[in-house]
Protein backbone atom coordinates (compact mmCIF):
# COMPACT_ATOMS: atom_id res chain seq x y z
CA UNK A 1 0.00 0.00 0.00
CA UNK A 2 1.49 3.66 -1.09
CA UNK A 3 0.49 6.39 0.71
CA UNK A 4 0.00 9.52 0.26
CA UNK A 5 -0.33 11.96 2.59
CA UNK A 6 -2.13 15.40 1.53
CA UNK A 7 -0.64 18.47 2.29
CA UNK A 8 -3.86 20.56 1.68
CA UNK A 9 -3.98 19.36 5.77
CA UNK A 10 -0.41 20.95 6.73
CA UNK A 11 0.22 23.97 8.50
CA UNK A 12 1.64 26.71 5.10
CA UNK A 13 3.87 28.32 7.11
CA UNK A 14 6.21 25.76 7.92
CA UNK A 15 5.54 23.63 4.56
CA UNK A 16 9.29 22.30 4.08
CA UNK A 17 9.46 21.20 7.65
CA UNK A 18 6.03 19.53 7.56
CA UNK A 19 7.54 17.52 4.44
CA UNK A 20 10.25 16.21 6.33
CA UNK A 21 7.40 14.65 9.16
CA UNK A 22 5.57 12.50 6.18
CA UNK A 23 9.39 10.90 5.08
CA UNK A 24 7.70 7.74 4.73
CA UNK A 25 5.46 8.43 2.20
CA UNK A 26 6.23 7.56 -1.49
CA UNK A 27 3.93 10.29 -2.80
CA UNK A 28 3.00 13.70 -1.56
CA UNK A 29 -0.37 14.55 -2.90
CA UNK A 30 -1.05 17.89 -3.64
CA UNK A 31 -4.83 19.25 -3.59
CA UNK A 32 -5.22 21.86 -6.20
CA UNK A 33 -8.22 24.27 -5.79
CA UNK A 34 -9.63 26.97 -8.25
CA UNK A 35 -12.75 28.48 -6.35
CA UNK A 36 -14.35 27.47 -9.80
CA UNK A 37 -14.52 23.81 -9.68
CA UNK A 38 -14.64 23.43 -6.48
CA UNK A 39 -15.95 26.55 -3.57
CA UNK A 40 -12.37 26.67 -2.10
CA UNK A 41 -8.84 27.89 -3.32
CA UNK A 42 -5.38 26.10 -2.20
CA UNK A 43 -2.24 26.51 -3.55
CA UNK A 44 -0.38 26.39 -7.13
CA UNK A 45 2.52 25.46 -9.30
CA UNK A 46 4.66 28.00 -7.15
CA UNK A 47 4.26 25.96 -4.06
CA UNK A 48 5.64 23.04 -5.86
CA UNK A 49 8.58 24.78 -7.09
CA UNK A 50 9.51 25.78 -3.85
CA UNK A 51 9.17 21.97 -2.31
CA UNK A 52 10.54 20.73 -5.14
CA UNK A 53 14.29 20.85 -3.96
CA UNK A 54 13.47 19.72 -1.00
CA UNK A 55 12.06 16.08 -1.38
CA UNK A 56 12.51 13.22 -3.72
CA UNK A 57 9.42 12.01 -2.84
CA UNK A 58 6.72 11.77 -5.88
CA UNK A 59 4.75 14.98 -5.78
CA UNK A 60 0.65 14.14 -6.65
CA UNK A 61 -0.86 16.77 -7.67
CA UNK A 62 -5.00 16.82 -7.75
CA UNK A 63 -6.17 19.38 -10.34
CA UNK A 64 -9.58 20.31 -9.05
CA UNK A 65 -9.45 23.67 -11.39
CA UNK A 66 -11.95 23.95 -14.25
CA UNK A 67 -9.48 24.19 -16.81
CA UNK A 68 -6.47 21.55 -16.51
CA UNK A 69 -4.82 21.77 -19.86
CA UNK A 70 -4.10 25.24 -19.41
CA UNK A 71 -1.64 24.77 -16.18
CA UNK A 72 -0.60 21.63 -17.24
CA UNK A 73 3.13 23.32 -18.38
CA UNK A 74 3.45 25.44 -14.63
CA UNK A 75 2.83 21.88 -12.71
CA UNK A 76 5.43 19.89 -14.59
CA UNK A 77 8.17 22.82 -14.78
CA UNK A 78 7.72 22.99 -11.38
CA UNK A 79 8.38 19.57 -10.99
CA UNK A 80 5.02 17.66 -10.64
CA UNK A 81 5.19 13.71 -11.42
CA UNK A 82 1.71 13.25 -11.57
CA UNK A 83 -0.62 15.29 -12.82
CA UNK A 84 -4.28 13.93 -12.33
CA UNK A 85 -7.29 16.19 -13.30
CA UNK A 86 -10.88 15.48 -13.12
CA UNK A 87 -12.88 13.99 -16.26
CA UNK A 88 -16.05 16.50 -15.64
CA UNK A 89 -13.97 19.19 -17.13
CA UNK A 90 -12.62 18.36 -20.27
CA UNK A 91 -14.54 16.83 -23.38
CA UNK A 92 -11.35 15.18 -24.67
CA UNK A 93 -9.41 13.05 -22.02
CA UNK A 94 -7.81 11.43 -24.38
CA UNK A 95 -5.78 14.12 -26.07
CA UNK A 96 -4.99 15.50 -22.15
CA UNK A 97 -3.58 11.91 -21.40
CA UNK A 98 -1.55 11.88 -24.47
CA UNK A 99 -0.14 15.44 -23.66
CA UNK A 100 1.08 14.49 -20.08
CA UNK A 101 2.43 11.46 -21.21
CA UNK A 102 4.76 13.19 -24.03
CA UNK A 103 6.06 15.60 -21.48
CA UNK A 104 7.18 12.44 -19.22
CA UNK A 105 4.55 12.88 -16.83
CA UNK A 106 2.44 10.06 -15.27
CA UNK A 107 -1.59 11.15 -15.96
CA UNK A 108 -4.34 10.46 -14.12
CA UNK A 109 -8.46 10.95 -13.85
CA UNK A 110 -10.57 11.94 -11.31
CA UNK A 111 -13.67 11.43 -10.48
CA UNK A 112 -16.32 13.31 -8.47
CA UNK A 113 -18.55 10.93 -6.20
CA UNK A 114 -21.71 11.45 -8.35
CA UNK A 115 -19.70 9.93 -11.84
CA UNK A 116 -19.98 6.76 -12.91
CA UNK A 117 -16.98 4.97 -14.00
CA UNK A 118 -18.54 4.28 -17.41
CA UNK A 119 -17.51 7.90 -17.53
CA UNK A 120 -13.78 7.04 -17.49
CA UNK A 121 -13.80 3.42 -19.36
CA UNK A 122 -12.39 4.44 -22.23
CA UNK A 123 -9.36 5.59 -20.64
CA UNK A 124 -8.45 2.90 -18.36
CA UNK A 125 -6.23 1.30 -20.24
CA UNK A 126 -3.90 4.57 -20.68
CA UNK A 127 -4.06 5.62 -17.11
CA UNK A 128 -1.33 5.48 -14.51
CA UNK A 129 -3.50 7.02 -11.64
CA UNK A 130 -7.16 6.84 -11.02
CA UNK A 131 -8.34 8.63 -8.29
CA UNK A 132 -11.88 7.74 -6.75
CA UNK A 133 -13.00 10.71 -4.85
CA UNK A 134 -14.82 9.87 -1.15
CA UNK A 135 -15.63 13.02 0.15
CA UNK A 136 -17.10 15.65 -2.54
CA UNK A 137 -13.91 17.43 -3.46
CA UNK A 138 -13.13 20.63 -2.39
CA UNK A 139 -11.93 20.49 1.39
CA UNK A 140 -10.54 18.31 3.75
CA UNK A 141 -12.12 16.83 7.51
CA UNK A 142 -14.94 15.07 5.75
CA UNK A 143 -16.25 11.79 6.19
CA UNK A 144 -15.86 8.89 3.82
CA UNK A 145 -18.59 7.81 1.74
CA UNK A 146 -19.18 4.02 1.78
CA UNK A 147 -20.98 3.93 -1.42
CA UNK A 148 -17.83 4.94 -3.12
CA UNK A 149 -16.17 1.38 -2.47
CA UNK A 150 -18.14 -0.46 -4.96
CA UNK A 151 -16.17 1.82 -7.50
CA UNK A 152 -13.05 0.23 -6.21
CA UNK A 153 -13.89 -2.67 -6.17
CA UNK A 154 -15.38 -2.39 -10.00
CA UNK A 155 -11.74 -0.56 -10.94
CA UNK A 156 -10.14 -3.89 -9.38
CA UNK A 157 -11.68 -5.92 -11.24
CA UNK A 158 -10.90 -4.65 -14.52
CA UNK A 159 -7.36 -4.01 -13.64
CA UNK A 160 -7.00 -7.81 -12.73
CA UNK A 161 -9.17 -8.88 -15.66
CA UNK A 162 -7.91 -6.65 -18.41
CA UNK A 163 -4.23 -6.44 -17.25
CA UNK A 164 -4.43 -2.86 -16.75
CA UNK A 165 -1.28 -0.69 -15.33
CA UNK A 166 -3.46 1.86 -13.12
CA UNK A 167 -2.75 2.35 -9.53
CA UNK A 168 -6.32 3.07 -7.71
CA UNK A 169 -6.14 5.99 -5.51
CA UNK A 170 -8.76 7.09 -2.84
CA UNK A 171 -9.32 10.34 -1.51
CA UNK A 172 -10.93 11.98 1.01
CA UNK A 173 -11.88 10.60 4.58
CA UNK A 174 -9.50 7.92 5.10
CA UNK A 175 -8.17 6.74 9.00
CA UNK A 176 -7.23 4.04 10.23
CA UNK A 177 -10.64 2.45 9.98
CA UNK A 178 -11.41 3.59 6.30
CA UNK A 179 -8.38 1.93 5.36
CA UNK A 180 -9.08 -1.26 5.99
CA UNK A 181 -12.15 -0.82 3.59
CA UNK A 182 -10.65 0.41 1.22
CA UNK A 183 -7.37 -2.15 1.28
CA UNK A 184 -10.48 -4.88 1.18
CA UNK A 185 -11.48 -3.21 -1.83
CA UNK A 186 -8.19 -3.59 -3.70
CA UNK A 187 -6.82 0.03 -3.52
CA UNK A 188 -3.04 0.98 -4.20
CA UNK A 189 -2.83 4.04 -2.90
CA UNK A 190 -4.52 5.67 0.08
CA UNK A 191 -4.77 9.75 -0.20
CA UNK A 192 -5.35 11.04 4.08
CA UNK A 193 -5.02 14.56 5.26
CA UNK A 194 -6.71 15.49 8.41
CA UNK A 195 -5.55 11.84 9.78
CA UNK A 196 -1.93 11.98 9.27
CA UNK A 197 -1.33 15.38 9.85
CA UNK A 198 -3.12 15.97 12.96
CA UNK A 199 -0.87 13.23 14.76
CA UNK A 200 1.91 13.90 16.88
CA UNK A 201 4.38 11.26 15.00
CA UNK A 202 3.13 11.15 11.80
CA UNK A 203 5.42 8.66 10.28
CA UNK A 204 4.31 6.35 12.78
CA UNK A 205 0.41 6.94 11.26
CA UNK A 206 1.57 6.73 7.51
CA UNK A 207 3.16 3.03 8.40
CA UNK A 208 -0.42 2.33 10.61
CA UNK A 209 -2.69 3.24 7.67
CA UNK A 210 -0.47 0.21 5.98
CA UNK A 211 -2.06 -2.56 8.19
C1 LIG B 1 -10.46 17.00 -1.08
C2 LIG B 1 -9.03 16.67 -1.40
C3 LIG B 1 -8.42 15.65 -0.51
C4 LIG B 1 -8.43 16.04 0.92
C5 LIG B 1 -8.28 14.82 1.78
O1 LIG B 1 -10.94 17.89 -2.01
O2 LIG B 1 -8.90 16.19 -2.72
O3 LIG B 1 -7.12 15.29 -0.92
O4 LIG B 1 -7.45 16.96 1.24
O5 LIG B 1 -8.39 15.25 3.09
P1 LIG B 1 -8.89 14.31 4.27
O6 LIG B 1 -7.93 13.16 4.33
O7 LIG B 1 -8.82 15.20 5.44
O8 LIG B 1 -10.28 13.87 3.90
ZN1 LIG C 1 -6.89 15.26 -3.43
Excluded at 32 to 38: I, Y
Excluded at 40 to 54: D, M, Q, T
Aim: aromatic residues 8%.
Amino acid sequence: MIIAPSILSADFSKLQEDIKTISEAEWIHVDVMDGHFVPNISIGPAVVKALRPHTKQIFDTHLMISDPRKYFDAFIDAGSDHITFHVEVDDDPDALIDYLHEKGVKAGISLKPATPLSAIEPYLHKLDVVLVMSVEPGFGGQKFMPDMVDKMQQLSTLKKNQGYQYHIVVDGGINNETAKICKDAGVDVLVAGSYIFKQSDRNKAIEGLRL
